[in-house]
C-alpha cells in the first residue's frame, strides 16, 4: 500500500518569500512517481510538478522545485518568490509506474500568501 | 488543447435520489479515472478506465455507485440512492498512453446531498 503524509494543514507566508511545503511518502513499489498538484478555491486540480524515483536530478518547473530526498522518503515542494495567486490548496501525491497508476494523495496544505 | 469536461459544476439532491455526473477526456486520452473528494481531504479513486475496459474499482462503492465508459471515451458516473456521506466534489482525470502517469484534472463537480 501507499501512503502520503503531509504535516502542515495550514502554512502562511509573504509575498516574495520562500515558502517549502513537506511531504514524504511509503510505497513498496520498486519503480514510482511523486507530484504536486495545486487547488485553488475554484476546485481543480492544476498539476505543477513530476519525479520520478530513477530521476537523477530534482525536478524544476519555473519557480516550483521538487526537493527529492530518496533514502528519507522525502518529496518536499519548493516555491520561490511567492505571489498572491499561489495560495491555495496544496497536495502531494505517489503513483506507482507499473500496473494500474492510481494517484494516492495527501491530506494537503492549505497556504496562504499575504501582502 | 481542450481541458478535461465535466458537467453539471454543482448538484443539489436529496438523500435516495439518483444523480449522474459526465466526464469527457482530453482527447488522445486513453486512460480515465473517477475520484472522490471529500471536504478536508484529498481525493481518493474510485474507478480507473483504459479504453472502454475497468482496471481497477476497488474502492467503489458498487452496491450506490456505477461508472461506464461505452465508447472509450466520455464517461458517466452514477450514484443510486445518494446517501449524506456522498457528499463531496467528484474529479475526473486523464492521461495519455504517452506519459500515463501524469494525470490532468476537470473542473470537479461538487454534489451535496440534502
Known amino acids: 500500500a501507499q501512503k502520503i503524509t503531509q504535516t502542515q494543514p495550514g502554512m502562511f507566508v509573504q509575498e516574495k518569500e520562500a515558502v517549502t511545503l513537506d511531504c514524504t511518502y511509503d510505497t513498496s513499489d520498486p519503480s514510482y512517481g511523486l507530484f504536486w498538484y495545486k487547488q485553488p478555491s475554484s476546485g481543480e486540480m492544476i498539476f505543477l510538478i513530476y519525479?520520478?524515483?530513477?530521476?537523477?536530478q530534482n525536478a524544476t518547473e519555473g519557480r516550483y522545485s521538487l526537493n527529492f530526498q530518496k533514502a528519507r522518503k522525502s518529496a518536499n515542494l519548493v516555491i520561490s518568490a511567492s505571489q498572491l495567486g499561489d495560495s491555495a490548496m496544496y497536495f502531494c501525491a505517489v503513483v506507482s509506474i507499473q500496473g494500474a497508476q492510481k494517484l494516492v494523495f495527501g491530506q494537503g496544505t492549505r497556504l496562504t500568501i499575504n501582502p | 488543447e481542450a481541458g478535461v469536461a465535466q458537467s453539471p459544476r454543482y448538484k443539489i439532491i436529496e438523500k435516495r435520489q439518483s444523480v449522474a455526473f459526465w466526464c469527457n477526456p482530453i482527447s488522445g486520452h486513453a486512460t480515465l479515472y473517477w475520484y472522490q473528494q471529500i471536504l478536508g481531504q484529498g481525493p481518493k479513486l474510485l474507478i480507473q478506465?483504459?479504453?472502454?475496459?475497468?482496471?481497477?474499482d476497488s474502492q467503489l462503492p458498487k452496491d450506490r455507485f456505477s461508472a461506464e465508459r461505452l465508447k472509450g471515451v466520455d464517461s458517466t458516473l452514477k450514484i443510486q440512492p445518494a446517501k449524506l456521506e456522498d457528499s463531496a466534489v467528484y474529479l475526473c482525470a486523464s492521461s495519455s498512453p504517452d506519459s500515463q502517469e501524469t494525470q490532468y484534472f476537470g473542473p470537479g463537480t461538487r454534489l451535496l446531498v440534502l
Open positions: 519525479q520520478g524515483s530513477y530521476d537523477q
Open positions: 478506465f483504459q479504453n472502454n475496459g475497468v482496471v481497477d
